[in-house]
């Protein structure tokens, strides 16, 4: 239901927001008093959505690429690719709002040739350069479809990248 990585910032804005919510009732002015309470019910409700991993199926199809991500695809450009595919690629770049599902995904089988973490700046995602200067890793996988390249890249609100996956992986 949410993703293991989550659990200490539920957590702590649990207790948070627990704290808020018994100091609000020492407020006298019953108006204040409710939008206090409402305010740290709806932040405490966003951050059970962000963190939130729910089940997904992958199509049975053979020659198939799944996005990695949930979220609006900004765009599809031809690019060339010189660290893993070395040549002509496609470039989809899809933007997760913080209401998405912040779990992302392997999009095609295969195994792990290129694994490299950047330490970066935290710029809005729908910054020109945040896909270059934010904190982002990048992914190439050799699969029965070809070479496939892939980035995640942090942003504003979504800090951190984890990841369990190492080069060699299958």
Do not use: C, W
């Amino acid at each position: 239901m949410f993703t293991k990585y989550g659990y200490s910032t539920l957590a702590v804005i649990s207790v948070i927001i627990l704290v808020i919510i018994i100091l609000s009732l020492f407020i006298t002015n019953d108006y204040l008093r409710l939008a206090v309470i409402i305010i740290a019910l709806l932040f405490f409700i966003l951050t059970l959505n962000f963190f939130r991993d729910p089940e997904r199926i992958t199509p049975s199809i053979d020659n198939i690429i799944v996005s990695p991500a949930d979220g609006k695809v900004l765009f599809v450009k031809d690019v060339i690719e010189n660290k893993f595919i070395k040549g002509n690629g496609k470039q989809i770049s899809v933007f997760m709002s913080p209401l998405n599902v912040h779990v992302n995904r392997i999009p095609v089988s295969g195994r792990i040739d290129y694994l490299e973490y950047f330490k970066g700046k935290y710029l809005a995602a729908f910054e020109d350069k945040a896909s270059e200067l934010n904190e982002r890793v990048e992914f190439g996988i050799t699969s029965k479809l070809g070479k496939i390249f892939f980035a995640q890249v942090a942003g504003f609100v979504a800090r951190r990248i984890v990841y369990e996956i190492s080069t060699g992986d299958a």
